[in-house]
């Protein structure tokens, strides 16, 4: 495995096995009282975020912490970064102070590789979302998500017909999920209204669908992504209501969908908008448990690149 | 001061003796008079006319000077530059352009001429004085607000007609604006997976089609900025075909990059227009070579270190070109046989010349043509070292490259500013 995870394309067919199965070892391990393994004493992981996502940051943060991990939180609200300082001297001197990982997030597209890229710094760089380009970690607790879903499955997921629905063209989550499912078998199908779905989609391994009725009840996974509303401003769509009415979950097609299949999002959502509140919080809604799973997911990827201690061992 | 180049090669292939003196050619031929400068094996080029950098002066000093500029002009062969208008402050009155003009005359290592802003501050919205800088010392007839378009269609119109008065053309930065907002790279498939904003052709293409019915409509002469795109090189073929006063510029760059080379994310690769499709680079070298285009222009875009040390989106756009441009057309179009060295001194002297109305540039190494001479060892393949670049920035996409074809010496004016392929260190006065 490289020993840093910028895009679901740094992780071969089985290294992505390796975090998953890892992830399922870790989880059953942490799952009683003592929820914390001393495997990263020691070593230190900071969160540099230069965008607010509550959520992501907490999710490192009690993944490396369980870890046995110090945790520094560099957010770039109210820090120097506010003030103009650049990516380059942020990243040296964090560097100065010896993180063994930085975990980031950014608003620019490739952030996170030019990061590691760049020769400012020799830690180990998890990229928590770069612009509208990928989010690593999150396609992996999906997939895990999706493992535990269907867990005669053992990870092999061809034949899995999963729908990720909505705004294609900005999100980091489709991108990596693509890469990810499709390299662990699933078949993917993306809907959404042609002005969400980038130019060049049609090279993708996937197919499209611009009617989210046509095909509802074959797919066995359905993953709805966020609506920013500001994306109305450029005309991507004439308004919420009619987004939410040919593209958002609601009870009608949540009747529709397989026995089986599951509803994923991976937050946070606009109830109302791309899901309904009935369908967010039905019985098929795996939704609290992806939250749970990012904790356990990204421990596995910390845990495997900073090459912490064998968990048999720590264990013993 | 007489002097002979001995024994070059001309365009033609046919070897001769260059007889220079003073500020002219006194004979081609086997005369010889004066000191000889041996140029066994090399190939002299009417001096190279560049009709688009920037000079960053005044305003960005620290990126670029119209002295380093120039410098770096001559270690590339220009015997000519263009300087765009948009410094600090912009050039769109007749001081700052006389100013760069006179920057350049002090200088005295090639011409400078200064482009005049279309529009005041390049704003779009009001006409500049053009007239007044055209009857300036600095003699303006090219006028651009490159770097951004003149995107509303009713002051492309008066702006072709106005210019008309005083032989006038308007070079136009060809990017619909609201088509490309925040647009960060080629719109395709690389920027589908990299999650980078598209730049589309028809973003490019619009404009082009736009502004070739307006010259055509006001009979008035058009040229397109840097090229980039298969669709536009189409257009300008059809207009040419109907007799529209059209002329196109690509930049070397765009004859040899590619947006796969995004992929990095690295932002030396960030330039405005985008890197575009291996198809569009073949377009572009079939439209160079069959004349749809007339001519190769840098767009040298001279940044500092830390506007290209950073993130994507939040780096600058543009690439240094004046040093690299001789070996990028040769590399592109030479060696493909798309090209003979008449062609190369078309491309890069003769037409860019004609369009700027540079009287004493592109003119055939004849003898009483001015001394602007080029001279090259077309074999000789060297390997671009940014640190080594006249240029006071660094921002090459070509560093590490191995090119062919050196400039040895630039004679400008009857002066050797470059001999060996250094500086000389004289000027002309």
């Not at chain 1, 020993?3 to 992505?16: A, E, G, Y």
């Not at chain 1, 989880?27 to 004493?41: C, D, F, H, Q, V």
């Not at chain 1, 042609?194 to 509802?216: K, M, N, R």
Request: aromatic content about 6%.
């Amino acid at each position: 495995m490289k020993n840093q995870l910028l895009s679901i394309n740094d992780l071969s067919h089985s290294d992505v096995l390796s975090i998953l199965n890892t992830a399922a070892e870790l989880e059953k391990i942490t799952s009683g009282a003592n929820k914390k393994l001393p495997t990263l004493r020691g070593r230190t992981v900071v969160n540099l975020f230069f965008e607010d996502s509550t959520r992501t940051r907490i999710s490192f943060e009690t993944a490396a912490k369980r870890l046995s991990a110090d945790v520094i939180n560099f957010s770039a609200k109210g820090s120097s970064v506010s003030k103009g300082e650049s990516l380059k001297d942020t990243a040296q001197t964090l560097q100065a102070m010896g993180a063994d990982a930085v975990v980031i997030r950014h608003g620019s597209s490739g952030a996170a590789q030019r990061l590691a890229d760049s020769g400012w710094i020799s830690a180990t760089v998890i990229n928590a979302g770069d612009g509208t380009h990928e989010h690593p970690t999150q396609a992996l607790l999906d997939a895990f998500t999706i493992s535990k879903a269907f867990p005669d499955r053992k990870n092999d997921f061809s034949g899995v017909r999963v729908a990720i629905v909505g705004d294609i063209l900005h999100s980091r989550v489709a991108r990596s999920n693509v890469l990810l499912l499709t390299k662990l078998g699933a078949k993917v199908t993306l809907i959404a209204p042609p002005t969400l779905l980038p130019v060049g989609v049609e090279q993708w391994p996937v197919d499209i669908s611009y009617d989210f009725d046509a095909e509802i009840e074959n797919f066995d996974v359905v993953m709805m992504l966020r609506i920013q509303l500001e994306r109305m401003s450029n005309f991507f769509f004439p308004n919420e209501r009619e987004y939410s009415r040919r593209y958002g979950l609601n009870e009608t097609r949540l009747s529709r969908m397989k026995k089986s299949a599951i509803v994923m999002h991976p937050g946070p959502m606009n109830r109302g908008l791309e899901i309904s509140a009935s369908s967010a919080d039905s019985s098929r809604s795996v939704i609290v448990d992806q939250v749970g799973n990012g904790v356990v997911a990204r421990m596995a990827v910390l845990y495997l690149l900073l090459g912490g201690a064998p968990i048999s061992e720590v264990l013993s | 001061m007489t002097y002979t180049l001995t024994n070059v090669t001309l365009p033609s292939g046919e070897v001769s003796n260059i007889v220079i003196d003073g500020n002219q050619i006194l004979s081609v031929g086997t005369q010889s008079q004066g000191d000889s400068i041996d140029c066994t094996g090399l190939i002299a080029l009417p001096g190279l006319v560049d009709l688009h950098t920037h000079l960053r002066e005044p305003g960005k000093e620290d990126s670029e000077t119209v002295l380093s500029g120039s410098q770096a002009a001559a270690k590339g062969g220009f015997t000519a530059i263009s300087a765009m208008a948009n410094t600090s402050p912009v050039a769109d009155t007749a001081g700052v352009v006389e100013q760069v003009f006179r920057l350049g005359k002090e200088a005295g290592l090639c011409e400078v001429f200064p482009i005049g802003a279309v529009t005041v501050g390049l704003a779009g919205e009001r006409l500049s004085e053009l007239g007044a800088m055209a009857d300036s010392a600095a003699q303006v007839r090219v006028f651009s607000d490159d770097g951004k378009c003149v995107s509303d269609p009713l002051v492309m119109r008066r702006a072709l007609e106005y210019v008309k008065s005083f032989g006038g053309v308007i070079a136009q930065h060809a990017q619909d604006p609201r088509l490309t907002e925040n647009a960060q790279m080629n719109e395709g498939e690389v920027s589908s997976r990299l999650g980078l904003a598209g730049w589309p052709a028809v973003a490019e293409e619009a404009i082009i089609a736009r502004d070739i019915l307006l010259a055509d409509h006001v009979k008035s002469r058009l040229h397109i900025c840097h090229l980039t795109t298969k669709g536009g090189v189409e257009l300008v073929r059809w207009a040419k075909a109907q007799g529209i006063s059209v002329t196109a510029e690509v930049t070397p760059h765009h004859l040899l990059l590619t947006d796969e080379l995004v992929e990095s994310y690295d932002p030396i690769y960030k330039v405005n227009p985008p890197l575009r499709t291996q198809d569009d680079v073949d377009a572009l070298r079939a439209g160079l070579a069959d004349g749809t285009i007339d001519i190769v222009a840098t767009d040298h875009a001279p940044h500092p270190t830390e506007d290209k040390e950073c993130e994507w989106s939040a780096a600058a756009f543009g690439m240094l070109g004046l040093e690299t441009a001789l070996s990028i057309v040769v590399k592109t179009m030479v060696e493909t046989k798309k090209f003979t060295w008449t062609d190369v001194a078309r491309v890069l002297s003769s037409n860019p010349a004609k369009i700027g109305g540079y009287v004493r540039q592109g003119q055939e190494l004849v003898a009483g043509s001015p001394a602007n001479i080029t001279v090259i060892n077309p074999t000789l393949e060297w390997s671009v070292n940014r640190e080594e670049l006249s240029s006071k920035s660094r921002n090459t996409p070509f560093h590490g490259y191995t090119l062919p074809a050196k400039v040895i010496h630039t004679i400008f004016e009857g002066v050797i500013v470059v001999k060996d392929g250094e500086l000389t260190g004289k000027k002309h006065d």
